[in-house]
């Protein structure tokens, strides 16, 4: 109807999301579904925006998927979006143009990454705390 303004559902944009994911990491709906432990047909519904799934369930689907369950409570509008850029991560693990293998190499760099500079600005035992850590000098490779 002209004039009239169509407003977004929350749960079919859900759905797509989580058939997008699915698609990226080439699954089809019957192994998803075995993965995260949920039907078939309920899968499928929710994909479909039909259904609303609860948090556990969004949690199981975002596990067997390898994404955060966060963003998934979050587009599903359980939490609220946080106001960082995302998390790199998540990114990684969305990014449609990499392999399975390229993604898996690429987070055990970013977090390897991660803990190192953990360690680094860790405060020692009895010490400072990590804002008042010395930064350590990048070299030059």
Sequence with gaps: ????????????????????????ARLSV????????????????????????SA?????????????A????????????????GDLAESILAEPTLTEDQKQTLLRIYLSFRRENDAVTAPPEGGSSPSEAQSVPVEAV
Excluded: C, H
């Design 70 to 85: 966060e963003t998934l409570y979050v587009r599903a509008g359980i939490l609220d979006a946080r106001d960082s850029e």
């Design 30 to 53: 019957r192994r998803l579904s075995d993965m995260a432990g949920i039907s078939n047909p309920y899968l499928s519904q929710i994909e479909r925006g039909l259904r609303r799934p």
């Design 1 to 24: 109807m002209p004039g009239v303004k169509e407003f977004p559902d929350p749960w079919r944009e859900l759905g797509e999301f989580i058939r997008e994911q699915r698609s990226v």
């Design 56 to 68: 556990e369930i969004l949690q199981q689907i975002a596990r067997a998927l390898r994404i955060s």
